[in-house]
């Protein structure tokens, strides 16, 4: 992540952390030493040279400085427990593309990475919708993937994979891995 983004996610933060008046505890640190805040109502928007790609939005957030196994420096972790919802943003544009929400996540600030967890559902602005119990973020490389079931329903048809797939933020350019079933539907049946 650059030092811009960095910077943006920092101060983002910090206006979320900034009183218990707006909203934010913080814990005790006998609870868990490694807990640094706990936020609620938090969104964080990230960006690339100075354009929205993406923003995120929880009700609650719960901020740890974990070690990491190889060099034992603390990387920072932000958990999600009562959902997660983002957005992600056209560079070309700045329209939404897609919207995702599932019922908790965890993002680690240090890779650029998000995991979503617990009925997952990405639509993007065709309609086109994907589910699954697990999907992950990576901000670097403007995807999402995942090695789980997935289904995805389009306009005219249903498609199952069982072991997941790759695809841009957009959810317009997707590969799926063994796919398992396509299923023709009627348009006018669709959701």
Known sequence: MNTMKR???????????????????????????????????????????ARLTTKL????????????????????????????????????????????RSDYGTFWQDEGLAELKGDVVLTNRNGEKLQTEQLFWSEDQDKIYTDQFVKVQTADKIITAEKGLVSNTEFTNYEFTEVTGIFEVDPNLVE
């Open 7 to 49: 910077l943006l996610f920092g101060l983002l933060l910090l206006v979320a952390c900034s009183s218990e008046e707006e909203g934010t505890a913080v814990l005790p640190a006998e609870a868990d030493d490694q807990i640094r805040s706990e936020s609620f109502g938090v969104e964080f928007v990230f960006s690339d040279s």
């Open 57 to 100: 939005f929880a009700d609650r957030v719960v901020e740890k400085a974990e070690r990491e196994k190889e060099d034992d420096r603390p990387e920072t972790v932000f958990y999600f427990p009562d959902g997660v919802r983002m957005e992600f943003y056209s560079k070309r544009s700045g329209a939404v593309t897609s919207t995702i």
